[in-house]
């Protein structure tokens, strides 16, 4: 039998800790867990703490040595570096070390391409590949920066190196002009959801949380869900019933993570302001993650730079039966394990809970005449009680501010 199987790469992972470093060995955890996502084998990992990086090289020549010694002696296919590599240090690595050497920015971008689904993801997926790339094109070997060949290129010409960077800026500009179609459209449909009388859940969170999972156990669909950092990247909206007929739309989006490469932040701006005019955020935390606090500030320093701080935020505690010694720091917040029985019931009942403090309590009475107006007013109101009095109905809930309006109908 033939064995078809495409061979794993094998990686050495590169990081230097700077003195003012944060959370450096999460990093490098997520490191590792963002190259086995991207089907990587990881054999071993190199740490130097240095004063800065070197310019040259990123890392000291006495380590860069060992690093060679260990390319050698366990025949690595790719060096992966925690950090964004300047154009001369990816070149003199791949140069000294005689193997392919990506950076974090390069890994992560790697991973978005494996996981874009939708035309408007893969579009910026690859603008964001092709910024990246625009600036490192000149490291890229001397054939780049020889004149092209042949008939119709003698003269002073221009370079390959040159040619090719025009290519590159037209791919660019092609790109955005689509994307400006796409975001048009997207932002028609946003539009229409934020006048609508429907209330918006956003689920936020660290990538690999678990809110495809959640998704999927509100709303009785399925979208893709899995083990690995970043398995869902384009947006996706749902529509579900709470209680009753109350309506409200739940968006998933991309999870976060720390040192998020600019370009990408850039190009999923679009994706991310799916939760932006929400009236509730689900902020989903992995609880047997060791380093969730870290995790949930990062959340919070994203949720703050795209000033989405002030939305009503109700933090869900994820994988609790995998969890030792939590430390919640988010109020208020719900401990489940998303895939037990029960998770989904309790889940909804905190949702409504919260939606009861975010909406205006009211009463009203409504005469028998007006019965059937109730069927809307379900819709957009958690309706609670209700009490018949001869010819009318007295009924108790609670509303939105905006849709308060809606009540007025039903006074003589």
């Known amino acids: 039998m033939i064995e078809t199987q495409e061979k794993q790469e094998r990686v050495l992972l590169i990081g230097v800790e700077l003195q003012e470093s944060k959370n450096f060995d999460m990093s490098m955890e997520e490191l590792a867990n963002l190259a086995k996502t991207a089907g990587a084998e990881v054999v071993d ?58 950076d974090r920015m390069q890994l992560i971008l790697d991973i978005f391409a494996m996981r874009a689904r939708s035309h408007e993801g893969k579009l910026q997926v690859h603008l964001a590949q092709l910024k990246y790339m625009l600036p490192r094109l000149a490291g890229q070997g001397i054939m780049l920066s020889r004149q092209a060949g042949g008939i119709g290129s003698r003269g002073p010409g ?32 946003r539009e229409r959801r934020i006048d609508s009388d429907t209330f918006k859940i956003g689920l936020i969170g660290y990538t690999n949380a678990g809110k495809s999972t959640i998704m999927n156990i509100l709303t009785d669909n399925k979208q893709y869900e899995a083990n690995e950092l970043f398995a869902t990247l384009d947006a996706t909206t749902k529509q579900i019933y709470l209680q009753n007929q109350f309506q409200v739309t739940l968006t998933d989006t991309v999870g976060f993570i720390q040192d998020l490469p600019t370009e990408l932040v850039a190009a999923f701006k679009s994706t991310l302001e799916e939760s932006k005019n929400v009236d509730l955020l689900l902020h989903v935390i992995d609880a047997s993650d060791p380093n969730h606090t870290e995790h949930e500030k990062v959340v919070l320093d994203i949720l703050t730079d795209l000033g989405m701080q002030d939305i009503p935020r109700l933090a869900v505690y994820n994988k609790m039966d995998k969890a030792d010694n939590l430390t919640a720091t988010a109020f208020p917040n719900v401990r489940i394990s998303a895939k037990e029985k029960g998770s989904r019931d309790l889940l909804r009942c905190l949702i409504i809970d919260e939606i009861r403090h975010i909406f205006d309590e009211f009463s009203i009475k409504v005469h028998q005449n007006q019965a059937y107006k109730l069927y809307d007013l379900n819709k957009i109101a958690l309706l609670d009680s209700y009490s018949f009095e001869e010819e009318y109905e ?13 009540l007025e109908e039903f006074y003589d």
């Open 394 to 406: 007295e009924i108790s809930g609670y509303i939105a501010h905006k849709n308060k309006w809606r």
């Open 158 to 189: 221009e370079s390959q190196l040159e040619l090719n960077r025009r290519a590159v800026r037209n791919q660019i500009t092609d790109i955005e002009r689509q994307l400006k179609i796409v975001e048009k459209n997207r932002e028609t449909i």
């Open 45 to 102: 990992r190199v740490v130097q703490k240095r004063e800065r990086y070197d310019s040259k090289s990123f890392i000291g020549s006495g380590k860069l040595a060992d690093i060679k010694d260990l390319v050698d002696a366990f025949e690595i296919d790719t060096v992966i570096v925690n950090n964004r590599l300047t154009p001369r240090q990816n070149t003199n690595l791949e140069a000294e070390l005689g193997v392919k050497v990506i």
